[in-house]
């Protein structure tokens, strides 16, 4: 629930802040205007996530590993001790494996801005619907649930990367 707080927003003003800012060239350039913006979330969102993930990790993996000799022993698993064990420095510990999850991102909203993008262009000129009216909600939903299957058969390797690392 707190990733639609930033999504939105996100997939709703970067497009409109890029066609804004951007030089006239590249304006017009929808598929071009949809990827910036990709990489632009991609990049906030694996900021905002990564510290989630690397706690989450933690404790999934502490859980598995707490009786294997050479791990913490007895200690409980607690955000303290996952502080303290940061002999990194906690910085470098919360994003280690930023890398990994920002190329899952960036492929993950390219393929689904894009994707939506060409989908829905492929709709309105196959139904001849002008830009200015909404597409109807029989093919939007269309839309989704494609666009949804392939962004899922492209995304599940780096997502195994990602758990994986």
């Known amino acids: ?3 639609n707080f930033y999504r939105y927003p996100l997939m709703i003003g970067l497009p409109n802040y890029f066609e804004e800012h951007f030089p006239a060239r590249y304006r017009d350039d929808k598929a071009f205007i949809k990827f910036c913006s990709s ?7 694996s900021i905002i996530l990564c510290p989630f993930e690397r706690l989450k990790t933690y404790f999934m993996t502490a859980r598995a590993l ?5 791990f913490h022993g007895d200690q409980p698993l607690t955000l303290r ?9 906690l910085m470098r510990s919360l994003f280690r494996g930023i890398g990994s999850l920002f190329l899952r991102q960036c492929i993950a909203w390219v393929c689904f801005l894009q994707a939506d993008f060409r989908m829905k262009r ?3 000129r196959m139904y001849d619907i002008p830009e200015e009216e909404s597409i109807p909600t029989r093919y939007l ?4 649930f494609t666009g ?4 899922t058969i492209v995304i599940m390797p780096f997502d195994s990367l990602k758990t994986n690392q």
């Open 122 to 124: 492929a709709i309105r």
């Open 1 to 3: 629930m707190i990733k």
């Open 66 to 70: 707490k009786g294997e000799a050479g």
């Open 39 to 45: 990489i632009s979330i991609a990049a906030i969102e």
């Open 148 to 151: 949804a299957i392939f962004s």
């Open 81 to 89: 001790n996952f502080l303290q064990s940061s002999d990194s420095g």
């Open 141 to 144: 939903i269309v839309v989704s």
